[in-house]
């Protein structure tokens, strides 16, 4: 017969697992989905394999206070920096040039990070920052997606997990903590409906090809009408989406860091 306790546990392990599942299949779908955008990317399945890899690497990070910290706070300024040297130097100097050039920029984007992000910890640091750092994070997920935001509101789990590391071991009242629950759901909303505005203005600038794109998929001439029509639904349905996400994503982990430290204190990080 199970204990209260262990049925408090076991249902926060089922809950757990089901949100790690969704970083793998999200995963799935997007690097399917990638490889319908760029030619480059490979074979769909392939593709949707290593997004799936990708997905189960990101819930490992998820997971560890430190290493979540150093992925999505402290490394991403460099490798953009990285990507953006290289490629600007690609146009006028050879690709091992460009590669030194991008090596170049990472470093610069070290320093940064080192007189910028270090002294201010990611779990104590303002929320203006924590928002220019999802923003950030939208942006960059925005470009890989070709301005399609098809996968930004997984952010929203991103930012339930911090929620729970910020959190777990505060003393502030309930009613605070639901405060600032609502505050980081709303605000990956927002975020997410601001994406979505630069999406339906990149579709209104090339409403005529993807039109004629709809037609040869689908054998079915549609409006500009319908066109925005179906983008308003998949808009609101994504707003939807990344209100549930980031508000239970938040809830579980919180509730499952809080368990795991009362019963093991010693083990939390």
């Given at each position: 017969?199970l204990?209260?306790?262990k049925?408090?546990?076991?249902k926060?392990?089922?809950?757990?697992?089901?949100l790690?599942?969704v970083?793998?299949v999200?995963g799935?779908?997007?690097?399917?989905y990638?490889?319908?955008?760029?030619?480059?990317?490979?074979h769909?399945?392939?593709s949707?394999?290593l997004?799936?890899v990708i997905g189960?690497?990101?819930?490992?990070?998820?997971?560890?206070?430190?290493l979540?910290?150093?992925v999505?706070?402290?490394?991403?300024?460099?490798?953009?920096?990285?990507?953006?040297?290289?490629e600007?130097a690609?146009?006028?100097?050879?690709?091992?040039?460009?590669?030194?050039i991008?090596?170049?920029?990472?470093?610069?984007?070290?320093?940064?990070?080192?007189?910028l992000?270090v002294?201010n910890?990611f779990?104590?640091?303002?929320?203006?920052v924590l928002i220019l750092?999802?923003?950030?994070?939208s942006l960059?997920?925005?470009?890989l997606?070709?301005?399609v935001?098809?996968?930004?509101f997984?952010?929203?789990i991103?930012?339930?997990?911090?929620?729970?590391l910020?959190?777990v071991?505060?003393?502030?009242?309930?009613?605070?903590?639901?405060r600032?629950?609502?505050?980081?759901?709303?605000?990956a909303?927002?975020?997410?409906?601001?994406?979505?505005?630069?999406?339906?203005w990149?579709i209104?600038?090339?409403?005529?090809?993807i039109?004629?794109?709809?037609?040869?998929v689908?054998?079915?001439?549609?409006?500009?009408l319908?066109?925005m029509?179906?983008?308003?639904?998949?808009g609101?349905?994504?707003?939807?989406i990344?209100?549930?996400i980031?508000?239970?994503s938040?809830?579980?982990?919180?509730?499952?860091?809080?368990?795991?430290?009362?019963?093991?204190?010693?083990?939390?990080?």
């Amino acid at each position: 017969m199970l204990t209260q306790e262990k049925k408090i546990g076991l249902k926060l392990w089922i809950q757990i697992t089901l949100l790690a599942l969704v970083m793998p299949v999200a995963g799935a779908f997007t690097g399917w989905y990638y490889s319908l955008l760029v030619a480059e990317a490979g074979h769909p399945y392939y593709s949707a394999l290593l997004g799936t890899v990708i997905g189960i690497i990101i819930d490992v990070v998820c997971y560890y206070e430190n290493l979540f910290s150093l992925v999505f706070y402290k490394m991403p300024i460099p490798v953009v920096m990285f990507f953006i040297f290289s490629e600007l130097a690609s146009f006028f100097v050879g690709r091992l040039a460009a590669m030194a050039i991008g090596c170049c920029g990472g470093a610069l984007g070290v320093l940064i990070v080192w007189v910028l992000i270090v002294p201010n910890p990611f779990y104590t640091v303002r929320k203006r920052v924590l928002i220019l750092v999802y923003i950030f994070l939208s942006l960059i997920m925005l470009g890989l997606m070709q301005g399609v935001p098809v996968s930004n509101f997984l952010l929203g789990i991103l930012a339930g997990n911090y929620f729970s590391l910020r959190y777990v071991d505060s003393v502030m009242s309930r009613a605070r903590l639901r405060r600032n629950l609502w505050a980081v759901t709303i605000m990956a909303a927002t975020i997410l409906l601001l994406s979505e505005l630069i999406f339906v203005w990149l579709i209104w600038q090339d409403s005529v090809n993807i039109l004629n794109y709809l037609y040869d998929v689908f054998g079915i001439r549609f409006s500009k009408l319908h066109l925005m029509l179906m983008i308003d639904v998949f808009g609101v349905l994504s707003v939807v989406i990344q209100l549930f996400i980031t508000y239970t994503s938040a809830i579980v982990m919180y509730r499952y860091r809080s368990y795991k430290s009362s019963i093991s204190p010693q083990s939390a990080d």
